[in-house]
T-cell receptor, first 114, second 114 residues
Framework: DGGITQSPKYLFRKEGQNVTLSCEQNLNHDAMYWYRQDPGQGLRLIYYSQIVNDFQKGDIAEGYSVSREKKESFPLTVTSAQKNPTAFYLC?????????????FGQGTRLTVV | AQSVSQHNHHVILSEAASLELGCNYSYGGTVNLFWYVQYPGQHLQLLLKYFSGDPLVKGIKGFEAEFIKSKFSFNLRKPSVQWSDTAEYFCAVIPSGGSYIPTFGRGTSLIVHP
């Protein structure tokens, strides 16, 4: 079945550690996105990539990094520089073309800093 | 940059009541519009979408939305809600012909009492 797979579902991190969240899609989509979801704040864009080997900062990129070495994969690293990393992280992808802009989402990763 | 406003942050209804959730966006050009739903513990799923044509769009589970261009609005409606509609609802906007990056509203939490 086509879709987006995020792993792990739950992640615990000690303060000062970097962690990497995985996102893989088999929808053959060009564009991929990372959003952060906090209660009452909706989905805020962290980073996005519209093509392999290229990515751009979103609205809240500070303390995060990404890579896009393969079309299928868009991992997100939450660095120790992120001041408030505890949140629910959602990965999405879309066709990035007129008439094919619907975003598909993964199940999310809940990150807790302990 | 475009923005999306969802005016109702928390809505509580009894079963069989009618529902209308507001969504307004700020963008002067052509847009693609979406409503997503997130049931407790699940990923975001598409309820309905509007690209062009008939401004009244019908989606899954009896939901519909009306695009009113002059009001920059895309309100979600359902004539009679069920307990199973308890979820968080997100409106999203994608400018047409641009970067195709989805911008989301803050979400509306709907609780339906049986």
């Amino acid at each position: 079945d086509g879709g987006i797979t995020q792993s792990p579902k739950y992640l615990f991190r000690k303060e000062g550690q970097n962690v990497t969240l995985s996102c893989e899609q088999n929808l053959n989509h060009d564009a991929m996105y990372w959003y952060r979801q906090d209660p009452g704040q909706g989905l805020r864009l962290i980073y996005y990539s519209q093509i392999v080997n290229d990515f751009q900062k979103g609205d809240i990129a500070e303390g995060y990094s990404v890579s896009r070495e393969k079309k299928e994969s868009f991992p997100l690293t939450v660095t120790s520089a992120q001041k408030n990393p505890t949140a629910f992280y959602l990965c999405a992808s879309s066709g990035n073309r007129e008439g094919n802009t619907e975003a598909f989402f993964g199940q999310g990763t809940r990150l807790t800093v302990v | 940059a475009q923005s999306v406003s969802q005016h109702n942050h928390h809505v509580i209804l009894s079963e069989a009541a009618s529902l209308e959730l507001g969504c307004n966006y700020s963008y002067g050009g052509t847009v693609n519009l979406f409503w997503y739903v997130q049931y407790p513990g699940q990923h975001l799923q598409l309820l309905l979408k509007y690209f062009s044509g008939d401004p009244l769009v019908k989606g899954i589970k009896g939901f519909e939305a009306e695009f009113i261009k002059s009001k920059f609005s895309f309100n979600l409606r359902k004539p009679s809600v069920q307990w199973s509609d308890t979820a968080e609802y997100f409106c999203a906007v994608i400018p047409s012909g641009g970067s195709y990056i989805p911008t989301f509203g803050r979400g509306t939490s709907l609780i339906v009492h049986p």
